[in-house]
């Protein structure tokens, strides 16, 4: 196993780690897309499974600009982290290496969710909270989409 093997695993867990559903969401809409990961991962056929993850994934763009959002590394915030950074870097990783892979996605994820967080909260103080958010999600998603689209295939 190469470091560079696990590299796509290790970018979607950065993701997970500003929003917690968008690599799911990401890989959903790439599997309604016909696109097909490296690593196996019956779950993403699964209907429920992706139509889910993506209301999951629009419903945390909206949720995080409420007052009342808690921070994202509060106990559930972090779990959801885990979960949707360790099923993404396995389906991103090389087949036979999803384990590795959801190891790499889940080891990035919970560490940079601190690190985004102050980052995320300088940008609160000096931009607002919505604005700072939709700067956040605009770039989130987008370097989620990318990860996913170039680490799979039609």
Do not use: N, W
Request: aromatic share 4%; hydrophobic share 55%.
């Amino acid at each position: 196993m190469k470091i560079c093997s696990l590299l796509s695993s290790m970018l979607i867990g950065a993701v997970a780690s500003a929003r917690s559903m968008t690599p799911m969401a990401t890989l959903s809409a790439a599997r309604l897309a016909g696109r097909h990961t490296p690593g196996r991962l019956a779950l993403l056929d699964r209907p429920l499974f992706k139509y889910g993850a993506l209301a999951m994934g629009v419903g945390e763009l909206f949720g995080d600009k409420m007052k009342s959002a808690p921070d994202r590394t509060v106990f559930l915030g972090l779990a959801a982290r885990v979960a949707s950074a360790g099923i993404a870097g396995a389906a991103l990783a090389p087949r036979g290496e999803e384990q590795a892979g959801a190891a790499v996605a889940v080891a990035t994820a919970v560490p940079l969710a601190y690190a985004t967080l102050a980052v995320r909260k300088q940008a609160m103080a000096r931009i607002g909270q919505t604005r700072s958010g939709l700067i956040e999600d605009a770039l989130i998603v987008a370097a989620g989409a990318a990860i996913v689209a170039l680490a799979t295939r039609r």
